[in-house]
RNA sequence: GGCGCGGUGGCGAAGUGGUAACGCGGGAGUCUGCAAAACUUCUAUCGCAAGGGUUCGAUUCCCUUCCGCGCCU
């Protein structure tokens, strides 16, 4: 038997979580947030969460790796939302994390039975799960990301080239200008060599997968809108306070937990540097700017099914697609078992 | 009415007698452990308020007009 997997992707404010809910509650599921800045605790506000602040947060007990984090689940609407508050602000979450705790939680969603949804905005956190085993799990090496800061693109570049050329080769243009991609290959390579510190048992377990995926979308223009209909929300909702307590207990403000968007602008109005109407302004082209490249990187994965969220019978449509799929026994592969 | 300053791309803003920095915004992308991040790339081509003049050549100098801001009566 293969194992289901519905993913429910797309831009920011397009209702992913709203049809997470609904699709869970029809074919029972839970739901796997796939959102980088949601993993973070306090952050409810500008994060967008949305879950109702008395929803208690559920741990469940999980061999991983780092004690830091803590697994489990908060309830919204009565179906479980996983992943989300599982870090502390100024814990430096990533993807190599991210895909050894959700695999874990998918198997034990699916192995009770339920239907595993996977909902996010974070598109290499969802591609990290299809392709598991193409990710290189060589973990950050802090201390030498700390020397190489240091170094200018020419040093890193110089420093990439020598140690590996080849590497240095297959990157494009882009990439060749970006110092932590730069940083990161030289981290690769030095680690590589110095031990096998390579950690396959990321497994298979998506091998035998029949992932079915879902990208919400909107017109342009309506996009904007609506992201901007949520910033005024957020405001309205208590951001610059709750913007205002995270300052206050971290001081260091290159984690990444804080580099979410709006948090930059809100700080800067904090700060007294910008004035209210344009630190709204500026939070906005920011996010706006955020939804553009959430596309670009979506565009690009061919096995997404889009809806327009504007369009009248959307739900409907989604909701028989997925019967259908969820209900049909995988014929495809036969290797499966 | 008089005097002064200024009118440069969607916005902000440099600048020069030989044909327009930069920032923001916008578009298109990159992506295998910071990804709501980081990075790349494009974005004024009868152009620099309008008209006239000087000049080999004016956005840059001169004159006039219009508009904005400040001051004075």
Redesign the pocket.
Known sequence: MSMKLLIICGPTATGKTDLGIYLARKFHGEIISA????VYQKMDI???KDIAENSEFIPIKLKIANDKLSVGYRLKEEIPIWLVDIAGIEY??????YTKIASRVIEDISSRGNLPIIVG?????IKSLL?PL???????NQKL?GRL?KLDREGLKKYLQKINHRKWLSM????R?????L??AIE?TLSTKSSSSF?INTKQYLSNKDALIIGLTLP?DKLNQRIDERINKRMNEGVLEEAQEILQKNPSY?L?SL????FPQLKNYLDGKVSLSDTIL?WQ??E???A???L??F??MKAIYWYDVSQKNYLKKIERSVKKWYTAIRLTSSQDN
Do not use: C
Request: proline share 7%.
């Open positions: 959102d980088s800045r949601q500008i994060t967008g430096a979450f990533n993807v190599g994390e905005g974070t598109g290499l956190y392709y193409q990710m290189v799990t060589i973990p950050p990301r800061s494009n243009h882009s990439d200008m970006n110092p932590r991609r940083i990161r690769i950690d342009k290159n990444p580099s979410s968007t709006g500026q082209s920011a706006h700017a955020f553009k490249r959430q670009t990187w565009k690009s």
